[in-house]
């Protein structure tokens, strides 16, 4: 199985892909979306779905997990945000993969154990859970923040096929 993990932003959208096999897990590649903040909205948000769209016909993802919002710093980001996972939602529903919104306290949990755990506790799991190729991974936490999306992902999906979890589509 393979999934990608979105981590949204309209600057700065993270995204990491992740092949699951049995328990398994590799790393297969990992980046950031980075429109120009000199561009309008309307062309910063094309310019991610024309990037994500590149990443999904590269990587074929099984499924594809993407952080929801929980809050914002003002209500005209909060809405810009809202904006960027619409354009990329929309590109996501054109593919064949199948989509999963994942709160931050989830994706959390899902890595470390713990949903109030920090970024650097995530990111150190991200390492220990993908293993050397993750470690050195340039640090780009949007980059680290998908791939814990990826994996959160990849672990709902598994505690679906076990029963356990109701069926995330």
């Known amino acids: 199985m393979i999934v990608l993990g979105i981590d949204p932003g309209s600057r ?4 990491g892909v992740v092949r699951a096999e049995g328990s398994q897990l590799t790393l297969l590649a990992a980046g950031v979306l980075r429109p120009s903040v000199k561009d309008r909205l309307e062309h910063r948000l094309a310019c991610l779905q024309s990037e994500l769209r590149e990443v999904l016909d590269h990587h074929a993802p099984d499924w594809v997990g993407m952080e929801s919002v929980f809050h914002g710093v003002n209500t005209r980001s909060l809405v810009i945000l809202g904006q960027a996972r619409g354009a990329l939602m929309a590109e996501v529903g054109g593919c064949s993969a199948r989509l999963i919104e ?3 306290a989830e994706v959390k949990k899902a890595v470390t154990g713990r949903g109030g755990a920090t970024k650097e506790q995530v990111e150190h799991m991200v390492g ?3 293993g050397p190729s ?3 991974m340039p640090r780009q936490l949007d980059a680290t923040d998908a791939l814990a999306v990826a994996l959160a992902t990849q672990h709902r999906c598994q505690q679906v096929a076990r029963g356990l979890a109701a069926d995330p589509s």
Do not use: I, K
């Open 134 to 136: 993750a470690r050195e």
């Open 128 to 130: 220990v859970l993908l």
């Open 12 to 15: 700065r959208t993270g995204w």
């Open 102 to 104: 994942l709160s931050p």
